[in-house]
């Protein structure tokens, strides 16, 4: 099974929101975090957003007071929350679980794209 499958990215104006979805395989709550992770033509691959089993949570300075990510420990799924989007933020977007040396678990999926069109 795909241990991880990301969905709902699409092409939006900008100014407007969308919410990305994680659906993980495993058992999150078993994770020291999960995180979103987005990737630009030409450029490396970026942490975004990260939340803790604590419920911690940390985000790049660009998302900050924009997007919102939360987790559904019941549903094994992770959200990504997008508003006033920006054409900065079209990329590529991934999840992936995270160790407690901030290490990634597992290879990189199929991402979701996201487009946000000026």
């Known amino acids: 099974q795909v241990p991880l499958v990301e969905s709902g990215g699409d092409l939006v104006q900008a100014g407007g929101s969308l919410t990305l979805s994680c659906a993980a395989s495993?058992?999150?709550?078993?994770?020291?975090?999960m995180g979103w992770y987005r990737q630009s033509p030409g450029k490396p691959r970026k942490f975004v957003a990260g939340?803790?089993?604590?419920?911690?949570?940390n985000y790049e300075d660009s998302v900050k007071g924009r997007f919102t990510i939360s987790r559904d420990d019941a549903k094994n799924t992770v959200y990504l929350q997008m508003d006033s989007l920006k054409p900065e933020d079209s990329a590529v977007y991934y999840c992936?679980?995270?160790?407690?040396?901030?290490?990634?678990?597992?290879?990189w999926g199929q991402g979701t794209q996201v487009t946000v069109s000026s």
């Open positions: 992936n679980a995270i160790d407690e040396k901030l290490v990634l678990i597992y290879p």
């Open positions: 495993a058992r999150i709550s078993d994770f020291y975090a």
């Open positions: 939340l803790n089993s604590a419920r911690t949570t």
